[in-house]
C-alpha cells in the first residue's frame, strides 16, 4: 500500500511560482513511477507531469513544458512539482498518484493504482 499527501498548493499571481509535494508512506514508494494530474471546475482530469522510480525518465503534456519541472527524491518519499511561469489557466487541483510501472504512457490516469487527495492551485490574472 501506497499513501499519498499532496501539500504546497495557494492562491498566487500570474507569472508567479509555487512548488507542490506529493509526500509517501510505504517503504516500496521508491520501486513506484509517479504522475501529476490536475482538474480543474467542469473538465476532466488531465495529465501534467510524470516521473519515472528513478528519476531517470520524465514526461510532461505540452501545456506545462518549460515551466513545470517534476523532481524526486526517494530518500525522503517526496515527488515535487516546481510550477515556475503560471497562468491562470493552471488553476486546478492537482492530484499525485502512483503506479509500479512506466511502461504504459504516463498520461492514462486508469493506469495509477494510488491516489492523493490533490491541493488547489489558483492562479489570478
Known sequence: QVQLVESGG???QA???LRLSCAASGRTFRNYAVGWFRQAPGKEREFVAAIS???GATDYADSVKGR???SRDNAKNTV?????SLKPEDTAVYYCAA?????EPPE????YN????????TVSS
Do not use: A, E, K
Not at 503506479?99 to 511502461?103: E, G, L
Open 53 to 55: 522510480w528513478s528519476g
Open 80 to 84: 515535487y512539482l516546481q510550477m515556475n
Open 99 to 103: 503506479r509500479p510501472s512506466y511502461r
Open 10 to 12: 495557494g492562491l498566487v
Open 68 to 70: 513545470f519541472t517534476i
Open 15 to 17: 507569472g508567479d511560482s
Open 114 to 121: 494510488y491516489w492523493g487527495q490533490g491541493t488547489q492551485v
Open 108 to 111: 492514462h490516469p486508469h493506469t
